[in-house]
């Protein structure tokens, strides 16, 4: 079982950044996906972002794309989650999740396809 921290949220205003990291530990073994969620009150999770480890392949939601950025340190078993420009519309709970690659080159943003998931780290943005 892996076992994921998340940490980096807070309180910012429109225009803002943060950076999200989620580390691991455990049995990491064959969870070759990490991917970044988030989830609202009263909304579906939704995915962010994902990252095929093995490669560094990442895919980025329409919603997010040219202001987030999702990286890893390996070493540290590490994954990030950097976000700029940060509208009010991105306030949520952000969990990041561990999931077995599927192939095709990259890992997916369907929630269903994790296995592993952290508490999760608020994040709010104030207009």
């Known amino acids: 079982q892996v076992q994921l921290v998340e940490s980096g949220g807070g309180s910012v205003q429109t225009g803002g950044s943060l950076r999200l990291s989620c580390v691991a530990s455990?049995?990491?073994?064959?969870?070759?996906?990490v991917g970044w969620f988030r989830q609202a009150p009263g909304k579906e999770r939704e995915g962010v972002a994902s990252?095929?480890?093995?490669?560094?392949?990442?895919v980025h939601a329409d919603s997010v794309k040219g202001r987030f950025t999702i990286s890893q340190d390996n070493p540290k078993l590490t994954v990030y989650l950097q976000m700029n420009s940060l509208k009010p519309e991105d306030t949520a709970m952000y969990l990041c999740?561990?999931?077995?690659?599927?192939?095709?080159?990259?890992?997916?943003?369907?929630?269903?396809?994790?296995?592993?998931w952290g508490q999760g780290t608020r994040v709010t943005v104030s207009s």
């Open positions: 455990g049995s990491t073994y064959g969870r070759s996906c």
């Open positions: 990252i095929y480890i093995r490669t560094g392949s990442t």
């Open positions: 999740a561990a999931g077995w690659y599927r192939g095709g080159g990259d890992c997916g943003l369907n929630p269903t396809e994790y296995t592993d």
